[in-house]
Nanobody
Framework: QVRLVESGGGSVQAGGSLRLSCAIS????????GYWFRQASGQEREGVAG??????DTFYADFAKGRFTISRDTSTLYLQMNNLEPADTAVYYC???????????????WGRGTQVTISS
């Protein structure tokens, strides 16, 4: 059963913006932490941002600070990405966990990913 489904990826020029969404199925909606990760070609998957269940606490990778914003409502995770750069090109994944962690190994569920491509 698919628990998470990402959408909103696409191709934009450098300096543009995208808003990613991740629909969360009802049976896992109560998990405390939501995350966005990304994986560029030939690279390890890396954490982008995280948020707790109530949305009061957020945390970001250094490359995301000041440009990306994670948020959530009752059934969806979001990632607003502004001032995009070619280095942001990657497949973006949402994930959820009962734990506060930025480790890919500790995620309980993953989405299948959405491609983001930034051109110069």
């Amino acid at each position: 059963q698919v628990r998470l489904v990402e959408s909103g990826g696409g191709s934009v020029q450098a300096g543009g913006s995208l808003r990613l969404s991740c629909a969360i199925s009802q049976d896992v909606i109560g998990m405390n932490y939501g995350y966005w990760f990304r994986q560029a070609s030939g690279q390890e998957r890396e954490g982008v941002a995280g948020i707790n269940r109530l949305g009061a606490d957020t945390f970001y990778a250094d490359f995301a600070k000041g440009r990306f914003t994670i948020s959530r409502d009752t059934s969806t995770l979001y990632l607003q990405m502004n001032n995009l750069e070619p280095a942001d090109t990657a497949v973006y994944y949402c994930a959820i966990s009962r734990s506060l962690t930025f480790s890919t190994r500790n995620m309980n569920y993953w989405g299948r990913g959405t491609q983001v491509t930034i051109s110069s």
